[in-house]
């Protein structure tokens, strides 16, 4: 079984824009392939392209249908930074395993350019700049710790002083990190086009399906639906978001609930470059804008207790977060066109959770995103898919469910 949650509530901006998914067909009978997906997420859609484009024939089903889950409430800051530091990280899983991470990251962000670019999938994919404010988790001395270390690992980027911060980017703070190379991008056109792609090559998508059991047998798995027919693959990926199959450990995982808005269009309002910010702090603050000068903001995270706590504290989060980006940039109209709750999974250290299932032969399983969602959902495509065709990738060990 699989646990069921709302998995977003209220109006999340990326409805305001269209974005066609592919047709999905209610399964009618029993179905073999070499693998088999639950989900039709992001995740679901970039291991499905992934697999597909390696050979191996697809199934997908959804207790719900394509791009109706969490996808939606992702405010897509497409980043190669991770929540976690790399200072912090470093003295959590040590300065190796850590600089490897972050490394992996920042290869993922590049790697999905580069496939968007060549499927042509338009997602109003930009590149831009991040920056990284002082806030009362790293202060400015910290924060520049933070920098010298990133550069000592190869990954770039300035620290900007405060008058280096209030005269490139107009931002009243202590100090920032900037770095270059993340994406800002649709994500439910991202996800349409992906499952598109994977369509294309022969995916078989069937939803509403729910699964109800699954079972390791000799030479292969099989899930069991609510509806009746059973799926028979070689494998199979439960890629279903914050809500946990039961076959999946859940130590160390953690759903938490966040919120966000949108404001009306003033592309006149935004920033130089339009770059990423987010805050070294906590409670944090992060913000970019849309391809029509929207500004998206979001943060004031919670520990998730159910659906309808979460959802109560909308208004006051709402309003919360408006307050917070007027502070931050004065002169901007922080009137919420959009506003909407949703629910993550994080880990202690950050990092997901993607590998092989714990006495599970033949499932594997991702989960745990965290703030960095789409990127590690393009770390999962890239482990799996070599795990599913029998090549080795060196940083599977960072993110295995046995790791520690």
Not at 8 to 22: D, E, F, M
């Amino acid at each position: 079984m699989t646990r069921k949650l709302d998995l977003h509530t209220g109006s999340p901006v990326w409805r305001a824009y269209r974005a066609p998914g592919p047709a999905a067909e209610p399964l009618a009978r029993d179905v073999k392939a070499d693998v088999a997906i639950v989900g039709m997420g992001i995740s679901a859609a970039m291991t499905a392209d992934a697999l597909s484009g390696a050979g191996l024939s697809v199934i997908l089903i959804d207790r719900r249908g394509p791009m109706l889950g969490s996808t939606a409430a992702t405010t897509a800051l497409v980043q190669h930074e991770i929540d976690q530091p790399l200072s912090t990280l470093s003295r959590r899983i040590g300065q190796d395993r850590a600089e490897r991470a972050w490394r992996r990251s920042r290869l993922a962000v590049g790697n999905l350019a580069a496939r968007i670019a060549e499927l042509g999938i338009d997602c109003r994919l930009t590149e831009r700049p991040s920056l990284y404010l002082a806030g009362n988790v790293l202060a400015p001395e910290a924060l520049r710790a933070e920098g010298e270390a990133r550069n000592a690992a190869g990954l770039h980027g300035a620290y900007l002083s405060a008058g280096q911060l209030k005269e490139r980017f107009g931002i009243d703070r202590k100090a920032a990190l900037l770095s270059y190379g993340n994406l800002a991008l649709d994500p439910r056109r991202l996800t349409a086009g992906l499952l598109a792609s994977a369509k294309s090559r022969g995916a078989r998508l069937h939803a509403p399906v729910e699964a109800t059991t699954y079972e390791s047998h000799r030479g292969g798995v099989s899930i069991g639906t609510k509806e009746g027919p059973v799926i028979s693959a070689t494998a199979a990926v439960l890629a279903t978001g914050y809500e946990l199959a039961d076959i999946v450990p859940h130590d160390g995982h953690e759903i938490i609930s966040t919120y966000a808005i949108a404001t009306r269009p003033q592309p006149r309002a935004i920033w130089p470059k339009a770059a990423f910010m987010w805050e070294a702090s906590d409670p944090y603050l992060y913000l970019r804008a849309t391809h029509d000068g929207r500004i998206v903001c979001g943060g004031e995270d919670e520990g998730f207790s159910d659906e309808m706590a979460r959802d109560m504290l909308i208004p006051e989060k709402t309003q919360r977060i408006a307050e917070r980006l007027g502070r931050l940039l004065p002169g901007v109209d922080t009137t919420p066109d959009y506003a909407w709750a949703g629910a993550f999974g994080t880990t202690p250290s950050g990092l997901p959770l993607i590998g092989p299932v714990p006495g599970r032969p033949g499932f594997h399983a991702v989960l745990g995103y965290g703030g960095n969602g789409i990127t590690f959902s393009r770390i999962a495509s890239e482990l799996i898919t070599a795990a599913l065709t029998g090549r080795k990738d060196r940083d599977a060990d960072l993110f295995a469910f046995d790791r520690d």
